[in-house]
């Protein structure tokens, strides 16, 4: 049984006092989440993500469809029963959401005092927390003197001290530079593997998705259009949402302007290889051009990696004389998937 079931959940919001029609934030989705993934959302601001989130620990109510977590159906608990579910949610925030006037270690114990734990048992979970995202000198500071990404390690810490078995990370990069994006990725990896904590993060970054996740959902008008395993999405993605997400860090197989910008700049047929796991090996597509005495230039394209499984693309620029580029596509297609460009871009 997945950890995190949706099914046909629909959030709805009446009409503003201006008027206007009914506002489906979400609508039908049908979503699972397995205990121990790190499942990406993402979508462009307004497609729905967010609200989603929020709707998997109750803060707010869906308009209908069934929502269960860890077993139990959200949409029919009563508010005493939701504060207990909500104990085993951890959030983590774009921006922060630290208290100012408790120092590093009052942020993290403010969870603790509110489930009633045992004062006694308070501050050694403090320190542990602490110790774990690597702030154990920062106790005594107070928010105001730590960094955007110290701020964001209090805020992990902060959501792992009731021992959640779910973290919800809302945007928790886009606050953040690039390098302590990864750092704060890194530290998001760690909560998965030594704690074994399933994480749902919602972003509107792919590289995000390609560092962390495991799993994908891309959202779109309110709509999950497309969900499946990282590599599968980002190496084949079948909507027109996907493909725009994907091609913000992999380079496809280029057409339209780009087609025709690249021959303008490069004389030859164009044409590109793509390579997908287990068949990535580009030293052959190379070697075979060169015997068949075809010159070629890359000239658009890359190779990814994503946790350990590689695809890409790459297009080249062929001249040769006579037949010995067909020769050598021939020879080619059977080990790598071939696209030539049309004549007229």
């Known amino acids: 049984m997945p950890l995190i079931s949706l099914r046909d959940v629909t959030k709805s919001y009446p009409p503003s006092q201006r008027g206007g029609p009914v506002v489906n934030a979400v609508e039908g989705v049908n979503l699972d989440i397995d205990a121990g993934d790190i499942y990406g959302i993402i979508g462009y601001s307004g497609a729905g993500k967010s609200t989603l989130v929020r709707l998997i620990n109750a803060l707010e109510q869906a308009s209908s469809g069934s929502i269960v977590v860890d077993g139990d159906e959200v949409t029919t608990m009563k508010e005493g029963e ?29 969870p603790l005092e509110v489930a009633k734990t045992k004062r006694a048992d308070i501050a050694p979970r403090v320190a542990e927390l602490l110790d774990f995202v690597g702030l154990a000198d920062k106790a005594r500071n107070y928010p105001e003197q730590l960094s955007g990404g110290q701020k964001q390690r209090v805020g992990i810490a902060r959501a792992l001290a009731t021992s959640p078995r779910i973290l919800l990370a809302d945007e928790a990069t886009s606050a953040l530079d690039p390098e302590t994006t990864h750092e704060v990725l890194d530290l998001l990896t760690r909560v998965n593997t030594e704690f074994g904590v399933t994480i749902v993060v919602i972003t509107h970054e792919m590289d995000v998705i390609q560092t962390l996740a495991t799993k994908v959902a891309v959202m779109d008008g309110g709509r999950i259009v497309e969900q499946g395993d990282v590599f599968d999405v980002f190496s084949k993605p079948t909507e027109a949402s996907s493909r725009r997400f994907v091609s913000t860090v992999v380079r496809g197989v280029p057409s339209g302007a780009e087609l025709v910008a690249l021959r303008q700049r490069h004389p030859g047929r164009i044409v590109t290889f793509s390579f997908r796991d287990g068949n990535t090996s580009q030293g052959p597509v190379f070697l075979a051009l060169a015997e068949a005495g075809v010159a070629f230039e890359l000239i658009y394209g890359g190779i990814n990696d994503i946790q350990g499984r590689v695809f ?3 297009t080249l620029a062929l001249t040769a004389d006579g037949d010995a580029i067909d020769r050598a596509l021939a020879a080619i297609s059977p080990q790598v998937d071939v696209t030539e460009a049309p004549n007229h871009g």
């Open 82 to 110: 939701l504060r207990r579910l909500r104990l085993g949610i951890g959030m983590v925030f774009q921006q922060f959401n630290l208290f100012n006037s408790k120092t590093v270690a009052g942020n993290v114990a403010y």
């Open 312 to 314: 890409g693309h790459l």
